[in-house]
């Protein structure tokens, strides 16, 4: 708990996080061979479109985390009697980069948990091991680059994420 809390408090005090160009499709690619085994073990299929918006410019450690916590939990919280399939997928909306997150998993009963969803330490699906704690570290950071995050859900059907990041139109400045 100690070392959440610190995680946590790291995230929120570090303003001067350097912003780097990040190129979607390698860092999904990574990722990807970073948790293969999942992958390869679950049968999950991974579909991403980046034709909108193939590059941002954002601190590399947070969009590291977020896709990974998301794509690891879509895998984590699979429906049982139904071979995994995440789809990402890009959107330019107003000053905005829209990465969507969508998979077919066991979902959220958001009339129950939507003021929880992003808490810290709160779980709904309790069969697997987990803290509790991705979903609020994903918030945390997207929050810290100056967006925000949106989330639809329905039990049994899946759940999509929309996670909206400031375009930044003069990158290489």
């Known amino acids: 708990m100690v070392r959440d809390i610190n995680t946590i408090r790291e995230i929120r005090k570090d303003n001067t996080a350097v912003n780097s160009e990040i190129n979607l499709e ?3 690619k990574l990722l990807k061979s970073n948790i293969e085994n999942d992958i390869t073990n679950t ?3 991974i579909k991403a479109d980046f034709s909108e918006v193939n590059t941002i410019y954002s601190v590399k450690p947070y969009i590291d985390s977020i896709l990974f916590n998301l794509i690891h939990n879509a895998i984590k919280y699979r429906h ?3 071979k995994p399939c995440i789809i990402i997928k890009t959107k330019l909306e107003d000053d905005f980069v829209c990465l969507i997150i969508k998979d077919n998993g066991l979902g959220i009963d ?3 948990h939507q003021k929880n969803v992003f808490n810290l330490y709160k779980r709904f699906h309790t069969h697997v091991e987990g803290k509790g704690m ?3 570290l994903v918030k945390t950071q997207i929050v810290a680059l100056g967006g925000k995050i949106e989330i639809d859900s329905n ?3 899946g759940t999509t ?3 909206y990041l ?3 139109r003069h990158q290489a400045d």
């Open 155 to 157: 039990l049994n059907e």
């Open 166 to 168: 400031k375009q930044n």
């Open 26 to 28: 390698e860092q999904l």
């Open 110 to 112: 958001l009339r129950l």
């Open 161 to 163: 994420f929309k996670i």
């Open 43 to 45: 049968h999950t299929e």
């Open 80 to 82: 049982p009697d139904r």
């Open 134 to 136: 991705g979903l609020y």
